[in-house]
């Protein structure tokens, strides 16, 4: 497993294995579970009570799939760790985090300041994504 | 127009600065050029042949005086004195170095402009009518709804690495002047039975290798669900389009896959579940965008008629100008299209010529049009001869809007890494053959489109006339389409059998028009006489 590198919660950290989604389904008990870009988020909604982790791979990090992966187990109310895995490179670090990512582990370490520059770097932003930030749209209508 | 916020302004300068930084990294050799590649081109820097080209987006074709004077001068400063505008209304710099980029997009930033999303898999730059706020048969104006999804569509973190590029056009009008339904999603606004203004949804239109029109998928989206609906066209477009071939990874191939009414359903389910998520700006934001959009100060008694006695005026002013729904006032097309020349280039003097008369004629606002050409949308009738004369002097009064000289042409072999065959110098050989305004009047509308490969950015499958250029066993060859077409009518161009040689698909050109005039009937177009008459009688004459 790779080291998480950075990560935005205050609970304990998450250790527990993570399996497929496929294995997942079949069994278990399992508590942290991997979902692949062709995998369908929707399929783990009846079971978020029980995993406190649920990692999302890029094997590339120009399929953006994982990033509605995200956004849904967050709408339907997932509120364990969210982590980005694979490639995970620095430019995309701000996208995942508005799409309800709280936890990195990318396969190639990142540079730790241009990483905290990139988490920084949007003050405000355009859309209401349910990461709880204020959209624009928001500040302009208090 | 719109005029920039604190917040909008400083969305741009922060992106000056990311993209300053992601080019520092790429020189400093932190970023290899395959992972710099998705990061420069979501802000339209693309490697050509010969050099980096750069994107500028001129949101919905709109811009101001000083815009377009800034255009002018950025063509200078980091070009070689010329600017390229493009089919999706924006513009484009052939000759651009890397490491000038971030302070050409902080020149940019300076006037409300920037390259964001202008390539790249993501959504681009939104287009729209050229004649909106101005046309006489608008229901309203598009732009503040093409606004409101160019915020909401600008760094949206959901989908910027989508399975393929996407484009949104809106427009206000039965005459589709945008073809609305050639794109990923063609927004129409309409009128309900209740008299209430909504959006009508087409998706997954274009061109490209598999040319598509698309399917209405809902009549009516209410404005407060506008953006909502969108982001559930979006998401199901993100999960499920195909990504395992990029040539079929465009919504158009999963509309047509699923079929219509299976993605409709998807899109409906997953608007439905979006509708309790609160992504959708107030009503008062669209109302804060369209007070951007009002009517500017028109004089209420501006002369209605024009004199039209200089015989060279006339035939400009009836060619090149368009109904306005403001008496005394008229729309004022200048073609980008001289005889010979390059269609959509500008020189730096020309593009701040443009942008001079814009300011003292037509209430500091320009458009560019997705077919390569500027509009003054707002001139008064009593300026237009002066308008015409500063023109005309500039060597831009070519009067010959929507003739066989007002081509569509992509950059194609002389630029693009991507091209088969040129594009230009057929363009120029077409526009030199059938140039003179005898050929221009006999032929009357006639819209010939060429693109130098089978990716179509040159629209020859919407061309009444189109034109694809290919590769046979390294030597370049064109096929030839007929009845395209891009408006309300939307209609595929048919290829006519083998292609010729670049001399060849002149006179293959010259042969159909002979068809056209032969079998038109009173004012018949071209394309309706090909309607009409069919393939057959214009493959005789073309192959035997």
């Not at chain 1, 590198?5 to 991997?34: G, H, I, M, Y």
């Not at chain 2, 001289?338 to 003292?360: E, F, T, Y």
Request: hydrophobic share 40%; with cysteine; proline share 4%.
């Amino acid at each position: 497993m790779t080291d998480v590198q950075f990560r935005f919660r205050e609970d304990d950290a998450v250790n527990d294995p993570a399996v497929t989604v496929d294995a997942f389904l079949d069994q278990s008990n399992a508590t942290a579970v991997r979902i692949e870009p062709g995998d369908d988020a929707r399929a783990l909604i009846p079971h978020l009570e029980r995993l406190s982790l649920i990692e999302v791979n890029f094997p590339a990090w120009t399929d953006g799939r994982g990033f509605s992966s995200a956004r849904v187990l967050r709408e339907a109310g997932f509120s364990g760790e969210l982590r980005a895995v694979g490639d995970v490179v620095i430019d995309m670090l701000s996208q995942l985090r508005r799409c309800g990512f709280d936890a990195f582990a990318p396969d190639r370490s990142l540079n730790e300041s241009e990483a905290r520059t990139a988490f920084e770097r949007w003050e405000d932003v355009y859309q209401a994504t349910g990461d709880g930030r204020i959209p624009i749209w928001g500040k302009r209508h208090g | 127009m719109y005029k920039y916020d604190q917040y909008d302004q400083q969305m741009v300068d922060t992106r000056v600065a990311e993209f300053r930084d992601q080019v520092r990294r790429r020189i400093d050799g932190h970023l290899t050029e395959d992972q710099f590649r998705p990061l420069r081109l979501q802000n339209g820097l693309y490697l050509q042949l010969h050099a980096y080209m750069l994107r500028v987006a001129i949101p919905y074709g709109t811009l101001n005086s000083q815009q377009m004077t800034m255009l002018g001068d950025i063509a200078d400063k980091y070009d070689r004195g010329y600017g390229h505008f493009t089919t999706r209304q924006n513009i484009q710099y052939n000759w651009i170095k890397l490491e000038e980029t971030p302070d050409l997009l902080a020149d940019l930033a300076s006037v409300e402009m920037h390259a964001i999303q202008t390539s790249g898999n993501c959504i681009r730059n939104i287009s729209s009518d050229q004649f909106a706020g101005a046309a006489a048969d608008e229901l309203v104006d598009p732009r503040p709804y093409a606004e409101l999804l160019r915020q909401w569509s600008s760094f949206h973190p959901e989908f910027l690495t989508l399975p393929r590029k996407f484009k949104f056009a809106v427009i206000a009008s039965e005459t589709d002047r945008a073809a609305m339904k050639l794109h990923d999603i063609g927004i129409k606004m309409v009128r309900n039975a209740a008299g209430e203004v909504g959006a009508q949804f087409y998706v997954g239109g274009g061109m490209g290798r598999t040319p598509m029109i698309a399917p209405m998928i809902r009549e009516f989206v209410p404005l407060d669900q506008l953006i909502t609906y969108s982001e559930a066209c979006l998401r199901v477009y993100n999960r499920y389009g195909r990504r395992d071939n990029k040539y079929k990874a465009r919504i158009k191939i999963l509309v047509h896959e699923l079929g219509a009414q299976e993605y409709t359903r998807q899109v409906e389910e997953e608007f439905a579940h979006l509708l309790d998520q609160g992504i959708e700006p107030p009503i008062a934001e669209l109302e804060r965008i369209k007070e951007h959009f009002a009517d500017p100060a028109f004089e209420a008694d501006a002369p209605d008629d024009l004199d039209l006695s200089d015989p060279d005026f006339r035939l400009w002013a009836q060619r090149n100008c368009h109904a306005h729904k403001q008496p005394g006032y008229i729309s004022a097309t200048v073609s980008l299209k001289p005889v010979g020349g390059i269609p959509g280039d500008a020189s730096a003097d020309q593009i701040r010529l443009m942008a001079q008369l814009a300011k003292q004629y037509s209430f500091d606002e320009l458009r560019v049009t997705h077919v390569q050409n500027i509009v003054f949308p707002h001139v008064r009738k009593a300026d237009l001869y002066e308008v015409w004369k500063t023109l005309d002097d500039a060597g831009l009064g070519t009067a010959n809007l929507d003739t066989v000289g007002d081509i569509i042409a992509c950059p194609g072999l002389d630029y693009c890494s991507l091209a088969n065959a040129r594009s230009i110098p057929l363009a120029q050989k077409i526009s030199e053959r059938f140039g003179s305004a005898e050929k221009q009047s006999e032929l009357g509308e006639l819209k010939l489109k060429i693109s130098g490969c089978i990716n179509a950015c040159g629209h020859h499958h919407a061309g009444h006339i189109g034109i694809l250029g290919v590769d046979r066993k390294g030597v370049e060859n064109y096929q030839l389409l007929l009845g395209g077409s891009e408006g309300a009518d939307t209609s595929l161009g048919q290829i006519t059998g083998p292609g010729f040689d670049e001399d060849g698909i002149v006179d293959a050109v010259d042969k159909a028009t002979k068809v056209y005039l032969a079998n038109k009937h009173g004012e018949e177009r071209f394309l309706d006489t090909y309607r009409r008459i069919g393939m057959a009688p214009f493959k005789e004459a073309l192959y035997d």
